[in-house]
């Protein structure tokens, strides 16, 4: 006889698939070719966690928009609107036109209206943590996300200095690592040689890109999927022009990916044909 007191179950994850976005700059939109590859393919997250980039897309998708959707929409987006000047002097420049696009385009303004749930990772410089926002207001901590230090201010919460959670999370997998039955990772900052590096701006950009990809090989061992473009590393951060080619990039990796597993052991059934 089996004494049932005996028994310990494993708890209950609190979601099935749980998407973790990194940061990258103008190379997440790579990350919106590895969403709409994984939908087609019949998955999708029931809960995000996004740094810089990640969650700029994040917060966008889990708002309810499509990725060829978000695609367009920050597709007019022009290098300009990143290179105009800082002032007061925090920064070499703003991130306007980011904030222009959440303004208009997001229908929630705080997490608990968002269609998925979403934690938004941001570097407090004051105490020199990482921190996970998931409640509250929408704005400041997705721009404080997005704020590469040096290029960008920083952006004030509660009298506290943010910038981009990259700096200390830039794969912000400890969130939902534990709440999650399958974890997705989609890292769009590969980092290779450089042949020349010059100008301030491109030695800051470079400096943090370098900044961000430590630790990442651990990580990605926690992932059932983890998508990881090697060919990102020949686009810049802040280069939005080329942001069809980089869909393309992460759309294309993902279907690689996908065809190597098993998506119906994955996501527990079959997925539709297309």
């Known amino acids: 006889m089996i004494n049932k007191d005996k028994i310990h179950f494993m708890p209950e994850k609190q979601y099935k698939t749980g998407l973790v976005l990194s940061g990258g700059g103008a190379r997440g939109f790579a990350h919106l070719g590895v969403i709409e590859a994984l939908n087609e393919a019949g998955i999708f997250p029931d809960v995000i966690s996004g740094t810089s980039s990640g969650a700029i897309i994040g917060v966008l998708y889990a708002d309810g928009h499509s ?16 290179m105009r000047p800082a002032l007061p002097r925090e920064g070499l420049l703003q991130i306007s036109g980011i904030l222009k696009i959440l303004k208009t385009c997001l229908h929630s303004k705080e997490f608990k ?6 934690y938004v990772t941001a570097t407090d410089l004051n105490n020199g943590k990482a921190v996970y926002f998931s409640e509250g207001e929408l704005y400041d901590p997705v721009i404080a996300s997005a ?6 201010q920083p952006i004030k919460i509660n009298d506290i200095s943010y910038v981009d959670g990259g700096v200390l999370d830039n794969l912000p997998l400890r969130p939902i690592e534990n709440k999650c039955e399958i974890l997705i ?15 301030l701006i491109n030695i800051a950009e470079r ?6 990809s430590k630790e990442i090989f651990e990580k990605s061992k926690k992932f059932d999927l983890f998508i990881a473009p090697p060919e990102l590393r020949n686009y810049k951060i802040l280069d939005p022009e ?33």
């Open 207 to 212: 400096t943090f890109m370098l900044s961000m």
């Open 185 to 199: 990772g989609s890292f769009v900052n590969p980092v290779g040689y450089m042949e020349k590096i010059s100008g």
């Open 242 to 274: 080329k942001a069809h080619e980089l869909f393309e990039i992460g759309y294309n990796a993902t279907k690689e990916k996908l065809n190597e597993i098993d998506i119906e052991k994955l996501i527990g059934f079959k997925p539709a044909i297309n």
């Open 147 to 152: 704020s590469i230090p040096v290029l960008f």
């Open 67 to 82: 990725p060829k959707e978000i695609l367009n929409l920050m597709n007019c987006v022009s290098r300009l609107d990143f």
């Open 113 to 118: 209206d968002l269609k998925i749930p979403l």
